[in-house]
C-alpha cells in the first residue's frame, strides 16, 4: 500500500509540483475561452478545470494526464445553453457522467484497442494543428510588442534547459511565462493579458445541485447532450491516454480512466462547473515539464483554483504572449513529425487513414468525427487486405473421376466471392472433395457461399464430401447452413 502510494504520488515530488504550476497558468486562459464558446460566465469553466484536475488526480487510470474544460466539449453544450439555459447544462453534466461510469463498467475503455496507430498519428497531428490555429486569433491585428514577446518566450521555451544546473530543474515554460510577465509589467506594455479574456472569480465554488424538474420531459432535453458529451469526452480521454502512455512507457488503464472522467463530471456539475476531459495540449505541457505521477494532476488543479480566487491581480496580469508561446511549443511537440518523413516508406493505406483523419477532425473541429472515419476507413482497408488473403487450388484425383480443391485462408464477406469464383460449377465430375484444413469461415455470407458451391455441384449430378472443417466454423455450418451434412467431417 505505502509502496504503491510513494510510486503514484510522491516519486517525482519536486518536477511534478513545477509542472502542475505551469499547466495551471495554462489552463486560465483556455478554461476562459472554452466558456465563452458554450455560452456561459468564464467561472464555470474555471471551476469545471478545477474539480475535473482534481477528482481525475484520486480516480483516473492515467497518471500525469490533465482533465478539465474542453473546446470538443464545449462545442457539445451551445445549443442547449441556448435554449434551456445553465441549469440544465448542469443537469446534462451529471447524466454525462453516470453514462460514463457506465462505460467504465461495461469495460468500453477495452475498445481502444480497435483504433490502429495511424488514426492515433492523424488524431496528434489534427490536434496539433488545432492547438496552433487556436493561437493565430491572438497573433492577428496586434503591434509589433506582441511578436516580439512570443519570439522571445519560444526562445526561452527552447533555449533555458541549456542553462547549466538550473535549466534541468525548472520547466522553461514557467520560466518563460514569469519572465514575460515581468517584462510586460516593468515595461509597462500595452498588450492583450489573462485579465482582458473576462473576470476571474473571487469566490470558492460551492455544492450546486440543478434547478431543473425531475421528470421525463426533463431527460428527454438532455440526455442527446449528455450522450454527445459522454462520447465524444471518453474519446479524447481514452485517445490522450494512449499519446501519454505512448510518451512516459508507461500503461495506463483504460476502463478505470471512464469510471474517474465518469465521477470527475459528476463532480463539477455538482460544482457549478461544465463538462470536461482529457486534455492533449495541457497533458503534454505536464509530460514535457516533467510530470509524470498523480501529484502533478492535483497540484495543477488546486493551483488553478488558489491562482484565479486568490492571486486573480497578478494572474490577470500575465501577457497572452507568453501562454501563446507555451501553446506553440506544444504544437510543434505534440506534431508527429515522422509521420511527415515516412510518407514514402509508409503503405498507400496507412498514409490515406493518418491524412483522412487530419482532415476531417481539422474540417469540422469534432475529434470524434474524425476518429470515427478513421477507424471505418482502416477496417475497410483491412478487411480489402484480408479478403485477398485467400487461394483455392485444384487438381484431379483418381484418374480423373474427383477434383479435390484445397482452400487455404480466411472465408468471410469481403473473400466469399473470390471463393465461390474458384469453383467450376459446369464440370461434370463424379465426386467433388473441398479440403477446409487451412481455411477459417467466420460469418454467414461464407457459409452462405459454402452452401452454393456445394448445392450447385450437387445439382450438376457430383458427390459432394467437405474435409477439414475446423470446430467454430462447423458450428455456424450447422447454426445456418442449408445443405445437409452427410459426408462432412469436423477436425478436432
Not at 510577465?181 to 465554488?205: E, K, Q
Request: glycine share 8%.
Amino acid at each position: 500500500m505505502l509502496a504503491s502510494l510513494q510510486h503514484h504520488w510522491f516519486s517525482n515530488v519536486r518536477a511534478d509540483v513545477l509542472a502542475g504550476l505551469v499547466v495551471a497558468l495554462a489552463l486560465i486562459p483556455e478554461a476562459i475561452a472554452f466558456s465563452i464558446i458554450a455560452g456561459v460566465d468564464p467561472k464555470i469553466g474555471l471551476y469545471a478545470s478545477f474539480s475535473m484536475a482534481v477528482v481525475i488526480a484520486f480516480t483516473g487510470g492515467r497518471p500525469g494526464m490533465i482533465s478539465a474544460a474542453t473546446g470538443a466539449m464545449a462545442l457539445l453544450m451551445v445549443t442547449l445553453v441556448k435554449d434551456h439555459g445553465l441549469q440544465y447544462l448542469l443537469a446534462a453534466t451529471l447524466l454525462c457522467g453516470a453514462l460514463q461510469i457506465g462505460a467504465g463498467y461495461l469495460k468500453l475503455g477495452s475498445l481502444m484497442r480497435f483504433v490502429s496507430r495511424s488514426v492515433v498519428t492523424g488524431f496528434v497531428n489534427a490536434l496539433a494543428i488545432l492547438i496552433f490555429m487556436a493561437q493565430l486569433p491572438e497573433l492577428t491585428h496586434v503591434t509589433w510588442h506582441v511578436y516580439a514577446m512570443t519570439a522571445a518566450g519560444l526562445g526561452i521555451i527552447y533555449l533555458f534547459p541549456h542553462v547549466p544546473v538550473i535549466g534541468k530543474v525548472i520547466p522553461s515554460p514557467l520560466v518563460c511565462i514569469l519572465v514575460l510577465t515581468a517584462v510586460a509589467m516593468g515595461l509597462g506594455l500595452d498588450i492583450r493579458t489573462v485579465g482582458d479574456m473576462g473576470a476571474l472569480p473571487d469566490t470558492l465554488p460551492i455544492f450546486l445541485w440543478p434547478d431543473v424538474p425531475l421528470n421525463l420531459d426533463t431527460l428527454k432535453i438532455i440526455f442527446p447532450y449528455s450522450a454527445a458529451m459522454a462520447v465524444v469526452g471518453l474519446l479524447e480521454s481514452m485517445m490522450t491516454a494512449t499519446i501519454v502512455d505512448e510518451m512516459t512507457d508507461t500503461p495506463s488503464d483504460k476502463n478505470r480512466e471512464c469510471k474517474g472522467q465518469g465521477l470527475a463530471n459528476i463532480a463539477t456539475g455538482l460544482l457549478g462547473g461544465m463538462g470536461g476531459c482529457a486534455m492533449i495540449g495541457q497533458s503534454v505541457i505536464n509530460v514535457k515539464s516533467g510530470g509524470r505521477t498523480r501529484l502533478s494532476t492535483l497540484v495543477a488543479g488546486v493551483a488553478l483554483l488558489l491562482m484565479v480566487v486568490f492571486l486573480s491581480d497578478w494572474v490577470s496580469r500575465i501577457p497572452m504572449a507568453a501562454l501563446v508561446a507555451v501553446m506553440i511549443m506544444v504544437s510543434i511537440g505534440t506534431f508527429s513529425w515522422d509521420s511527415l518523413r515516412n510518407l514514402k516508406r509508409y503503405p498507400l493505406s496507412t498514409n490515406i487513414v493518418m491524412v483522412v483523419t487530419v482532415a476531417v477532425v481539422v474540417g469540422t473541429h469534432n475529434l470524434a468525427y474524425g476518429v470515427l472515419a478513421g477507424v471505418l476507413l482502416a477496417a475497410l482497408f483491412f478487411t480489402n487486405k484480408m479478403g485477398h488473403y485467400l487461394t483455392v487450388e485444384s487438381a484431379l484425383q483418381d484418374h480423373g473421376q474427383c477434383r479435390v480443391y484445397r482452400v487455404v485462408g480466411q472465408v468471410f464477406f469481403s473473400s466469399a466471392d473470390k471463393f465461390r469464383a474458384a469453383f467450376n460449377l459446369k464440370e461434370h465430375l463424379p465426386r467433388v472433395c473441398i479440403d477446409l484444413t487451412q481455411a477459417h469461415f467466420w460469418d454467414i455470407t461464407a457459409i452462405a457461399a459454402l452452401d452454393s458451391v456445394i448445392l450447385k455441384l450437387r445439382a450438376n449430378g457430383a458427390e459432394v464430401q467437405v474435409l477439414g472443417l475446423n470446430q467454430a466454423s462447423a458450428t455456424l455450418v450447422d447454426r445456418f447452413g442449408l445443405h445437409d451434412k452427410e459426408g462432412t467431417a469436423a477436425s478436432a
